[in-house]
């Protein structure tokens, strides 16, 4: 068991109740607080740790309720929608007691980040969508299936290709938690620029990753959906959209549109990153995260 930090930003591990379902977060680095939500849903908070982004800011690490040390809900795996998700920010943030703070949302995240932004902006001073997408679907699902097709082409002959493949494959059919993390941990080689070539740096990560299986319904059994096309442009936060350059999953056209969409959205190409831009080139992305949140 972690010991409760004192104080809501003292750096470890904190949690709070809400609506009856532990909240887990965690705390690191010092200066202005952005709060991170990380992807899946339900991949484990870890990878998304910035110790770059710590040296200016002080990191707020969520657990997603579901995941981790945080709570489950009643119906587990199912129920965890956005509004969900925003509900547990909300009292995060409230928690934390900073008059505003930045919202970075990773991927999923980054879907519950913009929903929290359009539904709840009142303690928000920005928002950064990092590999995140207005829509989710069938549309969505096609321009991934196209990229991975692409990133099977440039690796046709590497002998871990055929495993990678496979992993996307059984994305349809996970049914538990061992089904989860080895389709994590299988598809991953696809989410990085160069993950072959730089095997060393990132097979650690792959190896220790881990993850909850989340259904994606809600409590009814209805799928989550998400098309937040008709909606975006009635923000009222600053927004920077960052994107790897080879992401699979919520690429360059995502972020593009995201862009046009969001009024006045910054926007950060990554152009030597996957998926994963904060493990990729970290100095970058740190820097320009950092500029946007302190005004630099």
């Known amino acids: 068991m972690n010991a409760p930090a004192a104080g809501p930003l003292a750096t470890g591990t904190h949690t709070i109740t809400v609506n009856g ?4 977060y965690q705390a690191h680095g010092a200066g202005p607080v952005c709060v991170a939500h990380s992807g899946g849903p339900g991949i484990s908070w870890e990878y998304l740790r910035m110790p770059e982004l710590e ?6 690490y969520v657990e997603p309720v579901g995941t981790g ?13 956005r509004e969900l998700y925003s509900q547990c920010l909300d009292a995060v943030v409230d928690h934390l007691g900073v008059p505003k703070v930045h919202l970075l949302g990773h991927s999923h995240g980054g879907f519950v980040v913009q929903y929290h932004a359009l539904h709840r902006p009142d303690r928000i001073a920005g928002i950064v969508l990092y590999d995140s997408a207005p829509v989710t679907g069938p549309e969505h699902g096609a321009e991934a299936m ?11 002959d590497h002998p871990g290709l055929p495993g990678v493949l496979a992993a996307f494959q059984s994305l349809s ?7 989860m993390v080895a389709a994590i941990r299988g598809i991953m080689p696809a989410y990085f620029a160069d993950y072959w070539g730089r095997e060393g740096e990132f097979a650690p990560l792959r190896e220790s990753v881990t993850g909850w299986y989340i259904s994606g319904l809600d409590a009814d059994l209805s799928p989550d959906l998400i098309d937040d096309r008709g909606t975006l442009g009635s923000l009222t936060v600053p927004a920077l959209v960052v994107v790897g350059r080879h992401d699979v999953i919520c690429g360059v056209r995502w972020a593009e549109e995201l862009r046009h969409l969001i009024p006045r959205a910054e926007l ?19 820097s320009a995260v950092a500029a946007f949140v302190t005004g630099d």
């Open 146 to 156: 196209g990229k991975v097709e692409e990133f099977a082409a440039r690796h046709a």
């Open 21 to 24: 379902v532990d909240q887990r």
């Open 268 to 286: 950060l190409v990554l152009e030597d990153s996957g998926h994963f831009g904060h493990l990729e080139q970290p100095s970058e992305f740190a």
């Open 69 to 81: 040390g945080s709570g489950r809900l009643p119906k587990h795996p199912h129920g965890y929608t």
């Open 173 to 179: 059919s996970l049914a538990g938690d061992e089904d």
């Open 55 to 60: 040296r200016h800011l002080t990191m707020v």
